[in-house]
């Protein structure tokens, strides 16, 4: 059986956990993914801490495309 892998990008406006939660077998896998942090402020603290307890085998990378705190998007690779 093959694993499954493909790359995740989520930008949900507020709902990126329930898709983390949605996406865990592809988490698992070691998929590479973009997902947006800025929506809610705990989100920049339990979306890292989710995936990486869904696979801790993560480098994560905290990225902003703004001068403002919006646009700050979480980056995942899988070592």
Same mark, same amino acid.
């Given at each position: 059986?093959?694993?499954?892998?493909? %790359?995740?990008? %989520?930008?949900?406006? =507020?709902?990126?956990?329930?898709?983390?939660?949605?996406?865990?077998?592809?988490?698992?896998? =070691?998929?590479? %993914?973009?997902?947006?942090?800025?929506?809610?402020?705990?989100?920049?603290?339990?979306?890292?801490?989710?995936?990486?307890?869904?696979?801790?085998?993560?480098?994560?990378?905290?990225?902003?495309?703004?001068?403002?705190?919006?646009?700050?998007?979480?980056? =995942?690779?899988?070592?």
């Amino acid at each position: 059986m093959t694993e499954d892998r493909a %790359f995740i990008k %989520f930008d949900i406006e =507020g709902a990126e956990v329930d898709g983390i939660n949605g996406a865990r077998r592809l988490l698992r896998n =070691g998929s590479p %993914f973009a997902i947006c942090v800025y929506h809610k402020p705990s989100d920049f603290w339990q979306i890292p801490q989710l995936i990486l307890s869904i696979n801790p085998n993560y480098r994560l990378y905290l990225r902003h495309h703004t001068d403002y705190v919006s646009e700050t998007v979480l980056y =995942g690779v899988a070592r």
